[in-house]
């Protein structure tokens, strides 16, 4: 059998509702025949001054196959959230948005920012990211 394909990803997330970003890595960590490689900075391990965050979210954004964003309201009103998925269209990342359990709203920035939307669940966002993520 051959073995899995890899996928880097990074999850754009804001770290007060840093549940939901657990939650969608656990989704990742359970699925069957998927491999990945998180390139988030989760908040455990945050980064520094504005300019070393910008310097480093950019050398983690940089070879991720796909970004996720985490479709909560507060996405709205998040600058860093902002400022991820702005560099990651910048450089040609996908970005897949994730539809928080329970939301019936997505906010525009992620709506003009996404490539697909897809909703609370392992096996939508896994099928995402394979559909989404470059060939090899």
Sequence with gaps: MPALRKYSIFICHDWEYSTDYNRVCDFLDQASHFSWNNLSVPEHAPLDTDDMLQKNLRDQIRPADVMLVL????????RWMDWEMAFARRIGTTIVGIKPWGNSQI?????????????????SIVSAIRYHAPRQ
């Design 71 to 78: 479709a909560g309201m507060y996405t709205a009103y998040s």
């Design 107 to 123: 906010p525009i920035v992620v709506q003009n920012n996404a490539s697909e939307i897809v909703g609370w669940n392992t096996d």
